[in-house]
T-cell receptor, first 114, second 112 residues
C-alpha cells in the first residue's frame, strides 16, 4: 500500500519562483488536506478538499493555490515563492470528514526559499 | 483562542523505562483528541483518537487518557523502546469545520 505519496521530498526555490507540490493517494479517500509545519510549531491547515472539484481555504491559505480534478490527486501551487514559505509541507487524506476519522499523512516536502 | 499546550518540550529516557507526556487544551466546542507519533523526516501517524465520552484508549504500549472536565490528556508509554524516539503530537478537534488544533509536540529520545 502506497498510501499518501508526496513529491518532491526536498526543494530549494529562489524568491519569486513558482512550483507545484504533488500529492496523490491510492486509498480512495474523499477528503484531502495540505498542512505546513514550521520549526517548533504545530501544523497549520493551508487548504482542504472534500471531493473532486471542491476546495476550500484553511487557516493560512495566502500565497497558495490548489486544485482537485481527480479523487487521487491534490497538488499545491506556490506562485511567487517568499522566504516566509520556507517550511515542511504535509499532504493528508481521510475517507470522510467525520469526527473520529483518522488522517493519513504523506512523508512531507521540505521547501526552502532563498 | 483555541490552544493546545504540550509538556515537556523534550524528554530523554532510558530504554525500558516508562514515561508520560502531557497535553492541555482550550479548544471549544470539543469534538475529539488525538495523539500522533512523528518520526524524524516522516509524516505524523495516528496513535489514538478519543471523544468526549472516552477517558482512556490504548494502542499497544501507548495508553492515552482524557479528562474533559479539566481539559487535560496524557500519553503513557510503557517499557520504552529505541523506536519510540520521535515527536508526539497532541491534536484537538473542535466541532466546527476541518481545522485541527495541533500542539507543538514533545520530542522523546530513548537511549540505550
Amino acid at each position: 500500500n502506497a498510501g499518501v505519496t508526496q513529491t518532491p521530498k526536498f526543494r530549494i526555490l529562489k524568491i519569486g519562483q513558482s512550483m507545484t507540490l504533488q500529492c496523490t493517494q491510492d486509498m480512495n479517500h474523499n477528503y484531502m488536506y495540505w498542512y505546513r509545519q514550521d520549526p517548533g510549531m504545530g501544523l497549520k491547515l493551508i487548504y482542504y478538499s472534500v471531493g473532486a472539484g471542491i476546495t476550500d481555504k484553511g487557516e493560512v491559505p495566502n500565497g497558495y493555490n490548489v486544485s482537485r480534478s481527480t479523487t487521487e490527486d491534490f497538488p499545491l501551487r506556490l506562485e511567487l515563492a517568499a522566504p516566509s514559505q520556507t517550511s515542511v509541507y504535509f499532504c493528508a487524506s481521510s475517507y470522510s470528514g467525520g469526527t473520529n476519522e483518522k488522517l493519513f499523512f504523506g512523508s512531507g516536502t521540505q521547501l526552502s526559499v532563498l | 483562542k483555541n490552544q493546545v499546550e504540550q509538556s515537556p518540550q523534550s524528554l530523554i529516557i532510558l530504554e525500558g523505562k516508562n514515561c508520560t507526556l502531557q497535553c492541555n487544551y482550550t479548544v471549544s466546542p470539543f469534538s475529539n483528541l488525538r495523539w500522533y507519533k512523528q518520526d524524524t523526516g516522516r509524516g505524523p501517524v495516528s496513535l489514538t483518537i478519543m471523544t468526549f465520552s472516552e477517558n482512556t484508549k490504548s494502542n499497544g504500549r501507548y495508553t492515552a487518557t482524557l479528562d474533559a472536565d479539566t481539559k487535560q490528556s496524557s500519553l503513557h508509554i510503557t517499557a520504552s523502546q529505541l523506536s519510540d524516539s520521535a515527536s508526539y503530537i497532541c491534536v484537538v478537534s473542535a466541532d466546527s469545520g476541518y481545522a485541527l488544533n495541533f500542539g507543538k509536540g514533545t520530542s522523546l529520545l530513548v537511549t540505550p
